[in-house]
């Protein structure tokens, strides 16, 4: 008998029609002798239109009472889906996040997962029932409500599979699995059987938006088998059929075919801005006096590159996020610019970073100049530079992406069907 944690997101939930579908599936798995929990999100929506609501209250919401708020969508869902099992015939037993002992710590609207109390789950679990969770939420050691952020479904249903020492921690969703790029952009995109934790981590920070990141890094540090399936298939499909499906993400020494990819995938995020601090004094320090002030506001600084010294000056670039960019340049030319004697703050709120990501270029050599080769026959030009063992990154400008994507693509022969891990 296996422990298996499922967790279905707003679109896998979205109608009553969906919920039942779940309910139908988690039967499923558990009548072929498993046991089961399921972990929730609201309804599709509905935590837009709650943090909309509170909005029309106070437009800059009070983050305690905000997570009351966006905490009661989740709390919808579960109490449907364990209504939607009993009338399958099915015992189930539903619980807020507080309610199952998810403690956090005490930073609203972004809190993290300090530990879990398992006792209820596995009580109800050894009493033939399916639990049913919700995501997105606990409580911290006063007893407030507090969120995970957004995606933080994700981080639940792992957190709860490690803490359960679940055999599986199913992440079903719109997709059927995790794809070699978006499909949106390249057709010809191809679903991977498996992908490590490391590749999937940084997939998922460079962009991919099928796994939320917190959720990688809690799988990998906890060693949680995880799996991306699709919601949207049959819920009546041969279990046998559904136990291999999606796309499995794993550890390095399980991966059969390791040295057949160098380039597993590619990813892309739109969002991002360049800002270049000009003439900057080359001294020690200097780095450091300039993004501390970024950092003091809470933006997050992504790519950084610092020019060589020309006559004892250097320009410093860095990305930002696209929604930070308007704030960052003014914090950088109010706060720094004057302060340490550059000449200019100028800045690029139109680029876009693209990624290739891949296990297999730690043994192989000349990734870098194929990619730089390949774009540059597009004639896209580079403007930055980021890498590590298992990725390369540039900075382009955002009107060439779906050009630069499919362009890559084809030249690391991804186009070609996966094969079978």
């Known amino acids: 008998m296996a422990l298996i944690v499922q967790k279905y997101g707003g679109t896998s939930v979205g109608s009553v029609e969906r919920i039942k579908n779940v309910a139908r599936r988690a039967i499923k798995w558990a009548d072929a002798g498993n046991q089961v929990v399921v972990v929730v999100s609201a309804m599709s929506g509905e935590t837009n239109r709650l943090i909309a609501l509170a909005r029309e209250i106070q437009p800059e919401p009070d983050p305690r009472e905000l997570d009351v708020v966006a905490s009661t969508g989740e709390q919808v869902t579960i109490g449907l889906l364990a209504m939607a099992l009993k009338s399958l015939g099915r015992d189930a037993r539903s619980y807020t996040g507080g309610q199952v002992g998810v403690h956090t710590d005490s930073a609203f609207t972004k809190a993290r997962i300090e530990s879990i109390d398992q006792q209820r789950i596995r009580a109800d679990l ?6 049913v969770v919700a995501g997105f939420q606990g409580v911290d050691a006063q007893g407030n409500i507090t969120t995970l952020g957004r995606g933080g479904s994700d981080t639940s249903g792992v957190a709860l599979a490690a803490a359960l020492g ?4 199913q992440i079903y969703t ?5 794809y070699t790029t978006d499909p949106r952009v390249v057709p010809e995109a191809s679903k ?3 992908i490590t934790f490391e590749e999937m981590l940084e997939m998922a920070s460079l962009g991919s938006k099928v796994l939320q990141i917190r959720s990688v890094e809690f799988a990998g540090k906890y060693r949680v088998r995880l799996r991306v399936l699709s919601s949207l298939t049959p819920w009546d499909i041969p279990l046998e059929h559904e136990m291999h499906s999606g796309t499995l993400i ?7 075919n390791m040295e057949r990819a160098v380039v597993s995938g590619i990813a892309f995020a739109r969002d991002e801005a360049k800002i270049t601090v000009v003439g900057v004094p080359d001294r020690p320090g200097i780095a450091y006096q300039i993004l501390s002030a970024v950092g003091q506001a809470n933006i997050e600084v992504d790519m950084i590159v610092q020019n ?4 004892g000056f250097t320009d410093f670039s860095f990305t930002v996020g696209r929604n930070d960019y308007a704030r960052t340049l003014s914090i950088l030319k109010s706060e720094v610019q004057g302060h340490i004697g550059a000449k200019d703050v100028i800045g690029d709120p139109k680029a876009c970073k693209i990624s290739i990501v891949g296990v297999g270029m730690r043994s192989h050599a000349g990734v870098a100049s194929t990619m730089f080769r ?3 026959e597009e004639g896209i030009n580079i403007q930055m530079i980021s890498t590590s063992e298992i990725k ?12 630069a994507v499919r362009a890559l693509h084809r030249a690391f022969d991804l186009d070609a069907p996966a094969t079978p891990a």
Do not use: H, M, N, W
């Open 308 to 311: 060589q010294s020309v006559d």
């Open 192 to 194: 991977l059987p498996s």
């Open 174 to 178: 719109d997709v059927d699995g995790v």
């Open 250 to 256: 794993t550890f390095e020494e399980d991966q059969k």
């Open 166 to 169: 679940a055999d599986e921690c």
């Open 392 to 403: 390369v990154s540039v900075l382009i400008d955002e009107k060439y992406l779906e050009l």
């Open 374 to 376: 390949t774009l540059s």
């Open 126 to 131: 050894e009493a033939g029932r399916i639990v």
